[in-house]
């Protein structure tokens, strides 16, 4: 039986897959310049969409996933509960978006990656922009999905085994396991619909890499995002585990070393792998 949201499934919005703190407000600010309508309130640095509602329906979705609900029939359920918010949501961002015209839309909530296979069942057409960081920057910097007072920090904690680490530990086993998370999903996605960033590329060859991203959406480079990355961008933001204590960058690697390189990130020499 069809829905009301039924006809939503039509869309294609764009969607930016990362886990938070890697650059992705650049990224969002970047599209939103090119045209994406983001649901991004220039008040609010972060680039996140604004609709707080839309926002915790991913969250409550994303907990429910890493407590085991990732059937087909759950997904299907999740997908339904997440295309409920869409009316309202597209609402919103016409309403905050400059001009109203959202023919281009998606959103960038870095909680989103937990949910990959939810997205897709619920827009099949949707077009994924996936940034990447180097999981040892990550490591120290806080997010609240590292963060073991709030539930989804909690349960991700749970799942990594994570609980008892110190927080660059737990900081980096959850940017391996979120990244591990959507290179599996990633594998079912046809390659015309997934375009793939690194945060180093963007920060040393921001025009290159954001044309990497307009091509791939059939979106013509603007002076507006020209302007935005030349003002915005700072190439100093690379490898910024290079500051903290190389002790602790080698206690990161030595967790997550696997996938580092998996990501194809080189590890210090003679620093173990983890298995």
Known sequence: MRTRSDRFRRDSPVVIMTRGHSGSRVL??????????????????????????????????????????????????????LLRRVAPCKRWIAMHHHGGDIASWGWKFPETILIGPVVECAFPHARYIHLIRDGRDLAFKEHLTDDPTRTLGKR????????????????????????????????????????????????????????????????????????????????????????????????????????LTACGYELTAGSPVST
């Open 28 to 81: 969002a600010w970047a599209l939103e310049r090119l045209g994406v309508a983001l649901g991004a309130l220039e008040s609010k640095p972060t680039g996140d969409i604004q609709d707080r509602r839309f926002t915790r329906r991913i969250k409550r979705i994303a907990i429910a996933r890493l407590a085991g609900a990732t059937d087909e029939r759950a997904t299907r359920a999740q997908a339904e509960a």
């Open 156 to 259: 991700l904690g749970v799942v990594t085994g994570s609980e008892d680490d110190p927080p660059h530990i737990r900081a980096a086993r959850s940017w391996a396991y979120q990244e591990r998370l959507f290179r599996a999903f990633a594998r079912g996605i046809p390659a015309d619909r997934l375009c793939s960033v690194r945060f180093e590329s963007m920060v040393t060859e921001p025009l290159a890499t954001v044309q990497r991203c307009a091509d791939f959406l059939g979106l013509p480079m603007t002076e507006a995002c020209r302007e935005y990355l030349a003002d915005k961008v700072n190439p100093a933001k690379a490898a910024q585990h290079l500051e903290s204590d190389p002790a602790l960058v080698s206690q990161v690697e030595s967790a997550i070393g696997d996938e």
